[in-house]
T-cell receptor, first 110, second 111 residues
Framework: GQSLEQPSEVTAVEGAIVQINCTYQTSGFYGLSWYQQHDGGAPTFLSYNALDGLEETGRFSSFLSRSDSYGYLLLQELQMKDSASYFCAVGDNAGNMLTFGGGTRLMVKP | SQTIHQWPATLVQPVGSPLSLECTVEGTSNPNLYWYRQAAGRGLQLLFYSVGIGQISSEVPQNLSASRPQDRQFILSSKKLLLSDSGFYLC??????????FGSGTRLTVV
């Protein structure tokens, strides 16, 4: 089976940088992805790492280390609209399903 | 572009009543389709997934069932709802675990 751990809550100030960590235990691995969910809304896809290293998409970056079963999402130049829950997810070997972590609630303060 | 439709947005149902939630996808063929449930303030729990018409895999044995009568239609059902079935139900489609697209969700309250 798959299990993922991420902090339940993170607080940061506007304009700062925040890192949300994710560690996983899997019987198979097919990439680590990140999703953002605002209160009352559906999750939206942010980034995907299939290989080790850093992927950058605008203010957001995601990192993966497969040997450490670890990844993180880095958010730069935080804005109030970044206040949301962030979920990491891993795929199974067959490429058929994602297992999600419990989510990290990010609160951005002025 | 691909779009996913899910309805209704909210639903209040009494205990013991049946349930039918529908999800349809446009702009793609033979998609992998998923039903997830999210309890308040929690993560997403995979309930069912389907890789094709009539093919359903269940991840969590419970009071729910799923069907895929057409290529781009995925239905979540229950014959008799329980209080514990309350939650936010999300349909999604995706390929090879990359970039799932979620529907807008159905917030179900069983009373």
């Amino acid at each position: 089976g798959q299990s993922l751990e991420q902090p339940s809550e993170v607080t940061a100030v506007e304009g700062a940088i925040v890192q949300i960590n994710c560690t996983y235990q899997t019987s198979g691995f097919y990439g680590l992805s990140w999703y953002q969910q605002h209160d009352g809304g559906a999750p939206t896809f942010l980034s995907y790492n299939a290989l080790d290293g850093l992927e950058e998409t605008g203010r957001f970056s995601s990192f993966l280390s497969r040997s450490d079963s670890y990844g993180y999402l880095l958010l730069q130049e935080l804005q109030m609209k970044d206040s949301a829950s962030y979920f990491c997810a891993v795929g199974d070997n067959a490429g058929n399903m994602l297992t999600f972590g419990g989510g990290t609630r990010l609160m951005v303060k002025p | 572009s691909q779009t996913i439709h899910q309805w209704p947005a909210t639903l209040v149902q009494p205990v013991g009543s049946p349930l039918s939630l529908e999800c349809t996808v446009e702009g793609t063929s033979n998609p992998n389709l998923y039903w997830y449930r999210q309890a308040a303030g929690r993560g997403l729990q995979l309930l069912f997934y389907s890789v094709g018409i009539g093919q359903i895999s269940s991840e969590v044995p419970q009071n729910l069932s799923a069907s895929r009568p057409q290529d781009r239609q995925f239905i979540l059902s229950s014959k008799k709802l329980l209080l514990s079935d309350s939650g936010f139900y999300l349909c999604a489609w995706g390929e090879n675990n990359y970039g799932y697209t979620f529907g807008s969700g159905t917030r179900l309250t069983v009373v």
